[in-house]
């Protein structure tokens, strides 16, 4: 038979005042109600607990053993059912994992970091890498964070809090053609470009928008990371076409330059399970994490949302 853990508390208030009035008082019980709930302490006990002796009480030898350990349990399961404490990062020792791709660890994680080391010198951020946008790791406690683009292949439950919001540009190496003069549509479609699509596919929704005006792009290449295509254009006459904020820091001498034409910014979002929503550690870091991409270059204006 499972047993009423409510009677810990009983038993506890008695074995502390010493009488049933007392007890009752305590718990704001009546003095009959408290009288049967120490009725069922004996039965369950098989020990009498408190006897008469004159006009009080007096514990029985069993009673006195269990004195310590009952308050010790009472006191353990009132912290472990009282709401948690804000977190304080000082002394807050504990790892996270974030699974990012790498524009945003190059572009956000130094300052991140470094941020941590002062605020929180126990914490430790490690950094995974994104292979695809599957929530399965979130869900199963992989992860603590996850950032990206919301799409339709993220879960449902999951939270989200908006980072900044991010625009493409098109960029080439310093000695490109197109740096000299406008870059217009027909010199956009005209020159040779390296497509980014981690899942291999050999058109994006710059190509709908071309077909749109009768043209058609030369795609040379397909790499599946934002810095292996700058990479490339470092080298070479082509063309990539990026997120402007998450590849900031691996631009370096590269050019940058503004799209001929209308293309739906993105906006980069942290991701976590609802499981972790009310950790205070968590949700301290979240607002770190939001804080640092809220500084200049970066923007936010959102809130944790369902």
Known sequence: MTPDFNLLITLDALLEEGSVAG??????????????????LRETTGDPLLVRAGRGLIPTPRAQILRDEVARLV????AVLRPQQEVDPASLERTFRLRSSDGFVEAVGPALLARLAVEAPGVRLHFLAKPDK?????????????????????????????????????????DHPLCDGTLTVARYAAA???LVSRRGQPH???????????????????VPGFATALALVRESNLVATVPHLHCASLLGDLVTLPL??????????????????????????RALIRDT????PYHTGATDTP
């Open 293 to 296: 991409c809220a500084r200049p």
């Open 75 to 78: 006191q353990e399961t009132r």
């Open 192 to 194: 040779r470009h390296v």
């Open 134 to 174: 599957e929530s399965g790791p979130l869900r199963r406690g992989e992860l603590d964070f996850e950032t990206g683009v919301i799409g339709a292949t993220t879960a449902p439950e999951l939270r989200t809090q908006a980072l900044f919001q991010d625009h493409f540009v098109a960029v080439v190496h310093p």
């Open 23 to 40: 007890a009752a008082k305590r718990l704001g019980l009546s003095a009959s109600a408290m009288s049967r709930a120490l009725a069922r």
């Open 260 to 285: 001929p034409f209308a293309l739906p910014g993105i906006r980069v979002a942290l991701l976590w399970h609802p499981s972790q929503d009310a950790d205070p550690g968590h949700r301290w870091l």
């Open 204 to 222: 994006s929704p710059i190509d709908e928008i071309l077909a749109g005006q009768g043209r058609r792009r030369t795609i040379t290449t397909l």
